[in-house]
């Protein structure tokens, strides 16, 4: 298994993943991801911006995730709890990495992708500097829940999307 910075050469087979993501919320009745985002535009972004990551096996792209490290905006603000960590260092430097679409294959769905994801993020903070990972979901996505719960994150409060919709905040420090 490798993960490497996302190409454009990736940009379809991310957003086939990506697709079948949304096709399987959307069967349990969760409406995360079913807006529209993420887009081919977002990814793009992602991408140019050096934070775009894809997972192959054998040279298969299995899993996509964006790392953000130039601090998150709907984070500044949490209902009903608080961060672990302060947003930003002594020196004025944001002190986390936002973990943003994380989406795994359906035919590899339990192989240790989200694991080989969280281990490359924690590691990747940690070359950086920074303190911790932070990342939300929909409350009603259990699934990806029980798998930041498994890896060490701590849920923290609710944060709410630009357009207004509430997701459950978790924080792990590095």
Do not use: C
């Not at 911006?49 to 054998?58: A, K, W």
């Amino acid at each position: 298994m490798q993960i490497r910075a996302t190409t454009p050469a990736d940009l379809d087979a991310v957003m086939a993943i990506i697709e079948e993501a949304r096709r399987t919320i959307a069967a349990l009745g969760i409406n995360q991801w079913q807006n529209g985002t993420p887009n081919r535009a977002m990814l793009t972004r992602d991408m140019a911006e050096g934070q775009g990551r894809v997972v192959t096996l054998d040279g298969e792209i299995v899993g996509t995730f964006a790392l953000i490290y130039g601090g998150e905006p709907t984070y500044t603000v949490m209902e009903d709890g608080a961060w672990l960590t302060p947003d930003r260092t002594a020196d004025g430097d944001w002190s986390y990495i936002a973990i943003h679409r994380v989406a795994v294959s359906l035919a590899h769905r339990g192989s240790g992708i989200s694991t080989a994801i969280i281990d490359y993020a924690e590691e990747f903070a940690r070359i950086l500097g920074k303190t911790s990972l932070r990342i939300d979901t929909h409350e009603g996505n259990v699934v990806m829940r029980r798998m930041l719960e498994k890896h060490g994150f701590v849920h923290r409060g609710t944060i709410h999307l630009e357009n207004g919709d509430p997701r459950v905040a978790y924080e792990k420090t590095v």
